[in-house]
């Protein structure tokens, strides 16, 4: 079984909306049974709450299914457990660094490295645009998707 981490700054928007995208790409094609796919922040913020409602409306607006979840920090522990740990940003690998100290078995990567970019998923707590988010996620989970299967 193959175990993915997505990670973001608070878990509210766009690992939480990867982890829903990749589970459903992985449903699509008849693999969930192949998976493990979770999400969490670099930090404390968000922890304990849902997804943001904003990111709810796009998921349900591309027909994407989610369930209710709590938002969870990174841990150290999750580099042993997780096969694949997937930020969104440059500053999410900084903070997941102070986290795990290292990636001495190159488990961390961005999540549009898998589509060839060295790009970054804009975090749409900011710029309020999901459309941008939603189209860079899709990108690199099926671009990642693709990798693995």
Request: glycine share 6%; aromatic share 8%; charged share 30%.
């Amino acid at each position: 079984m193959t175990k993915i981490l997505f990670i973001c700054h608070g878990n509210i928007c766009r690992s939480t909306m990867a982890e829903f995208v990749m589970k459903d790409l992985v449903n699509k094609a008849g693999m969930e049974e192949d998976f493990y796919i979770e999400s969490a922040a670099t930090s404390r913020e968000e922890i304990g709450n849902d997804t943001d409602p904003r990111t709810k409306r796009k998921l349900t607006q591309m027909g994407v299914p989610f369930t209710r979840r709590r938002a969870r920090q990174m841990t150290k522990a999750d580099y042993e457990e997780f096969d694949y740990i997937i930020a969104m940003d440059d500053n999410n690998i900084r903070n997941m660094m102070r986290i795990i100290g290292s990636d001495p078995d190159g488990k961390v990567t961005k999540l549009l490295e898998h589509a060839g970019k060295n790009e970054s998923i804009a975090d749409p707590w900011y710029t309020g645009n999901f459309d941008d988010t939603w189209d860079g996620v899709l990108e690199g989970c099926s671009a990642l998707l693709e990798q693995l299967k």
